[in-house]
């Protein structure tokens, strides 16, 4: 795309106090997203995407060291003043959590938590604020929205308040949405409907996102990119479409090759050897080396820097080119 991006987090790097001392827990995160353009960042659980999407939001401890930036439109959002980070947050940008129980007053109605944001930071009359989000609430799947409305989230299971929370991003009608694995708590079923409501919302209003997950299959159902972290950095990015059979570092290579086999219900399952770092874990050059087949000495001594190789953007010194034999493997 030749337009600017309306996000781009540009070798983002985070680091936490712990113990008196600053450790960093996210090296590099590199995402850009067009306007209207879905990307999916995947990785195991401690791969620092979270940190990542809450950074957009500006949402990291106070005493965060940050390197690098996160741009919005052209805006630095760790350069934002708190009031310009108030406007931000209620206008450009909304958050759908992976539990929603969490993020919900449990004293407080529906209507309520959904008016509540409206009515405060945009000065919305209570009962123009009350008729918007009914009308959300229908949009996103909720047919009895006036009765939602009165009730608490107690009453409601964790797939209506799932959607009662992607409601409450799309009211205040952002230009990015960020989806945190919204669809982690919930039953297949259920999983199937969330997202199939993100995507119709998302392109009826077009939408751009930010699509938090551990599933590569999902992601490139979704999405139209994936970015995949690996110890708190990304190591690759390519589109959605070739992520099967041209994907180039071999973290993502062995994320695809231990997933199940639908198609073979007696194959076994492949594991990836050794265990994932975290951020603060990683050693002198690559985080993957420990367990990757393809690891030489120039990976325990060198950082890889991102390359281009075909359609993909991957942080490897031996990325698979798909001109070597192993071109039609899936492995």
Request: glycine share 10%.
């Amino acid at each position: 795309m030749n337009s600017p991006p309306l996000l781009r987090i540009d070798a983002l790097g985070i680091g936490l106090p712990l113990d008196g001392a600053v450790r960093t827990v996210v090296h590099r995160a590199d995402v850009t997203i067009h306007e209207g353009q879905a990307v999916a960042l995947v990785g195991e659980s401690g791969s620092g995407k979270s940190l990542t999407a809450r950074s957009v939001l500006g949402l990291l401890p106070r005493r965060a060291r940050v390197d690098g930036d996160v741009l919005f439109a052209g805006e630095s959002v760790p350069g934002m003043s708190p009031q310009r980070l108030r406007t931000y947050r209620s206008s450009d940008v909304a958050m759908v959590f992976q539990d929603p129980r969490a993020h919900i007053n449990p004293a407080r109605s529906i209507g309520d938590f959904l008016t509540e944001g409206l009515t405060t930071a945009r000065g919305v009359q209570a009962a123009d604020a009350a008729r918007k989000v009914t009308g959300i609430l229908r949009e996103v799947g909720i047919a009895d929205a006036d009765r939602r409305m009165r009730q608490r989230p107690h009453e409601l299971s964790g797939g209506l308040l799932q959607r009662v929370m992607i409601a409450a991003a799309l009211a205040v009608e952002p230009r990015l949405l960020l989806a945190d694995e919204p669809t982690t708590a919930l039953d297949v079923t259920t999983q199937e409907e969330v997202m199939a409501i993100i995507g119709e919302t998302r392109a009826a209003r077009g939408l751009a996102m930010l699509f938090i997950t551990h599933d590569l299959e999902l992601a490139a159902a979704v999405c139209d990119r994936v970015a995949v972290m690996y110890a708190g950095s990304t190591v690759e990015d390519l589109p959605a479409g070739h992520l099967r059979d041209h994907a180039a570092h071999p973290y993502t290579r062995a994320l695809l090759a231990s997933r199940p086999a639908v198609d073979d219900a007696g194959a076994g399952l492949r594991s990836i050897e050794g265990r994932p770092l975290s951020g603060f874990e990683v050693p002198r050059g690559c985080a993957f080396g420990d367990r990757c087949p393809r690891v030489q000495d120039l990976c325990r001594t060198e950082l890889p820097r991102p390359g281009v190789t075909g359609e993909s953007t991957a942080a490897c010194h031996f990325p698979h080119t798909h001109s070597s034999e192993e071109a039609g493997s899936h492995a």
